[in-house]
């Protein structure tokens, strides 16, 4: 097969692609603001004493985790939406949110279970109370331990916002299905994309990498 | 060391393009693809279900519809497999170019712009765009009046009615769906208000979802439907003009016409939406 490429589709749209850029990322960091305390929370929900609210929050990181993510989207827009009027934009940042509140759930879990039972004990010996201890010293320490694998999660989140495309929100994904419908230039169409996607997580996990040295304990 | 990455991650993808970028400026012959199909003794269709009634799957997950009737009456002529692949509508004209199929056969409108990337053999269908909207909006007569700030219509990336929609509504708000389904069923759910889409599309759906939706059938715009091939590939198109000049009113196209465009019997057999 000779494909005849003519990259001039990519500077003639950068204005689009720019724009579709930007609406992932905005989808992408407010979905990434609601994930990281649905997921502190249900995390946290996850190991308490209390049975059956440990019992409703691994169910929520079951389900979560069952249902691919672009089923999850589709039900939210078109029968959760019998129930509620979300539109679009705000089905896909709830989509994103809570089926990536799912997966940050589970690493604050492994986060604080992985906090060795001894830091307990000496907290509550000094006098604290559990939450003082969870708060002050439990918590600080899953903290660093969580940021690789958070950071993952995070480039994940922006990943899985291509999905979003399906249900009409114009991100990257969606401006570049419409601009090979138009030119019919997939290869040069998808390339370019696939990299504007690498620059977005490259960026982020930069970011990311400039907090874990910040944080490091020096050995 | 981060440097010396991104330096090597650079030069990566200059190569890629730089690889990507050589064009043949030779005028090679190109291989027809009425030789390739005989040879190989198979005919690969791309189609995109959810077309109705030109392509759709019945419950047992086969392609139905007048397009795949078409399609079976060409691999008869031939004397070869037809093997149908499915993709979404916007994917079609890429997976031509790149070999993975022989023909689309998807309800597809004859465009000049089109016709830039694929060649058509003459129109085997004659169709139009027409409004579709929600069985409870009984106040609109036409499209104009959903072009208002706040109006949403629905249609399927990559067709006429998607691109027809995007010039003719100034202030209504275009939402890009994979499908006609997903489409219409924004429509029904309440996320779009109108849908702009092949006329008969949208009388099958209403067919099959009279209690929910409602046609109207001014024509908005009248297009030719017609089959691709590979760009310059005359020798196919001058086969298929021939095919279809002997298909168009043989008793199996009257047949098949009939069976699909007169009644609606076959709507029990497709694919529960």
């Known amino acids: ?219 | 060391m981060m440097k010396k990455l991104i330096t090597i991650f650079l030069i990566a993808i200059a190569l890629i393009v730089a690889g990507c970028s050589k064009n043949t400026s030779t005028e090679e012959k190109v291989p027809s693809t009425l030789d390739n199909v005989l040879k190989k003794k198979t005919l690969v269709v791309g189609t995109a279900p959810g077309y109705f009634p030109f392509e759709m799957k019945d419950s047992k997950g086969e392609f139905i519809g007048y397009d795949m009737d078409t399609a079976r009456a060409i691999g008869e002529a031939l004397k070869v497999k037809v093997e149908f692949k499915q993709f979404g509508f916007d994917g079609l004209i890429p997976a031509l170019g790149t070999g993975e199929i022989d023909i689309i056969l998807a309800g597809m409108t004859i465009r000049g712009d089109r016709a830039l990337a694929v060649s058509f053999a003459n129109p085997y269908f004659a169709t139009g765009q027409v409004l579709m909207v929600p069985k409870g909006d009984t106040a609109t007569k036409s499209w104009e009046d959903l072009d208002q700030p706040g109006k949403k219509i629905a249609v399927s990336l990559g067709t006429t009615g998607a691109l027809l929609a995007k010039q003719i509504f100034k202030n209504a708000e275009i939402a890009d769906f994979e499908d006609f389904p997903a489409a219409s069923m924004a429509l029904v759910q309440g996320q779009a208000d109108g849908v702009i889409y092949d006329e008969p599309g949208v009388r099958s759906y209403e067919g099959m979802n009279p209690d929910n939706v409602r046609g109207v059938y001014d024509l908005i715009s009248k297009e030719n439907l017609g089959i691709a091939v590979r760009k310059n590939d005359l020798e196919t198109v001058q086969w298929l003009n021939s095919f279809l000049d002997s298909y168009k009113g043989s008793p199996a196209e009257l047949e098949s016409f009939s069976k699909w465009f007169e009644n609606v019997d076959w709507m029990d057999e497709v694919e529960a939406e």
């Open chain 1, 1 to 219: 097969m000779q494909y005849q490429t003519d990259w001039s589709v990519i500077p003639n749209n950068l204005p689009l692609f720019l724009e579709g850029m930007w609406l992932t990322l905005e989808i992408s960091a407010l979905a990434l603001l609601f994930s990281i305390p649905i997921g502190i929370l249900i995390g946290l929900l996850r190991i308490s004493r209390n049975k059956l609210v440990s019992f409703l929050a691994t169910a929520y990181v079951e389900i979560m985790r069952g249902v691919p993510l672009l089923v999850l989207l589709f039900w939210i827009f078109f029968v959760l939406s019998n129930f509620l009027r979300l539109g679009p934009y705000w089905s896909a940042i709830l989509g994103l949110a809570t089926f990536s509140g799912a997966f940050i759930a589970e690493i604050v879990r492994a986060g604080i279970q992985s906090v060795p039972k001894g830091q307990m004990e000496a907290a509550r010996s000094s006098g604290m109370t559990s939450a003082q201890a969870m708060r002050l010293i439990i918590l600080p320490q899953a903290f660093r331990k969580v940021l690789p694998p958070m950071a993952s999660q995070f480039i994940i989140l922006i990943k899985d916002s291509s999905l979003v495309s399906v249900i009409s929100v114009i991100d990257l994904t969606l401006i570049s299905k419409n601009l090979v419908a138009t030119s019919f230039r997939s290869l040069e169409v998808w390339t370019f994309v696939a990299l504007l996607y690498f620059i977005m997580t490259f960026t982020l996990s930069q970011i990311i990498r400039y907090f874990e040295k910040k944080y490091q304990v020096t050995e």
